[in-house]
């Protein structure tokens, strides 16, 4: 279901923190936190060199009925370990169903949108239990307009053919996994430029994402994240 909300930019980066949610008693064996665990992503460019850092702890799980929530507190660094961006957010798993709403991706990215009001149109990108090798994953988008700039603005963002494509054995820093591998294709459009990347996301149970790539439309690599921590 789209989601459609109207909000100045503020209240909107206050409220990621509540339009998703995560675990705990959830029955997704992909995604199966508890209480003070923490992963650290580092991003790479394509020659290998460090560009950033995520890191991610849960906290403060909570349960009611088949719905398990919990807070993540996100600290994003530069490539010299200096903290770019700071927030909290949430997820929520229904039945199973990992929902990740689409807006957090672009928290950071929209700081500069901070006095302005926008609409944002979106859907959850979903992560349902018991995935498996050839299954096919719901697709997802997002729209964000601006309602009161000098030149109004539109960003589009658009998730599609999401498939599980494979198993493979990953390692990184922090270990080796054994992972599902999700194939899947991003187009973002913004004042009538466009931009198509190609994404290969590794999960491995009780971890979740291990490693992702993502390449231009003529199949370059154009980056990577590795998780390098996990406790």
């Known amino acids: ?35 003070g665990s923490f992963l650290e992503l580092t991003s790479y460019n394509a020659n290998g060199k460090v560009q950033g850092i995520t890191a991610l702890m849960y906290k403060e799980f909570r349960n009611s009925g088949n719905n398990t929530e919990a807070t993540v507190q996100m600290e994003m660094k530069d490539k010299k370990g200096k903290t770019d961006y700071e927030t909290e957010y949430a997820y929520h798993c229904e039945n199973g169903t990992i929902k990740y709403d689409l807006t ?29 090798e050839g299954q ?55 004042m009538g430029a466009g931009k198509t990347s190609n994404h290969v996301v590794f999960i491995a149970k009780q971890v979740g994402t291990v490693k992702s790539e993502y390449y231009n439309s003529n199949g370059k690599l154009q980056g990577y994240d590795e998780l390098t921590t996990i406790r």
């Not at 209240?11 to 995604?31: D, M, P, R």
């Not at 950071?108 to 944002?120: A, V």
């Open 1 to 35: 279901m789209k989601i459609k909300r109207t909000f100045s930019i503020v209240v909107w980066l206050l409220l990621i923190s509540i339009y998703t949610g995560a675990w705990a008693q959830c029955k997704n064996e992909y995604f199966d936190y508890k209480d």
């Open 104 to 132: 957090v991706m672009m928290a950071s990215s929209m700081q500069g949108l901070k006095n302005m009001e926008i609409t944002i149109e979106s859907d959850n990108l979903e992560f349902p239990p018991n995935m498996k």
């Open 136 to 190: 096919s994953l719901k697709d997802a988008s997002m729209v964000i307009t601006t309602t009161n700039s000098p030149i109004p603005m539109k960003m589009e963002m658009k998730i599609t053919n999401r498939k599980i494509a494979g198993k493979e054995t990953v390692t990184t820093p922090a270990g080796t996994f054994e992972c599902l591998k999700l194939t899947y294709d991003s187009h973002f459009t913004t």
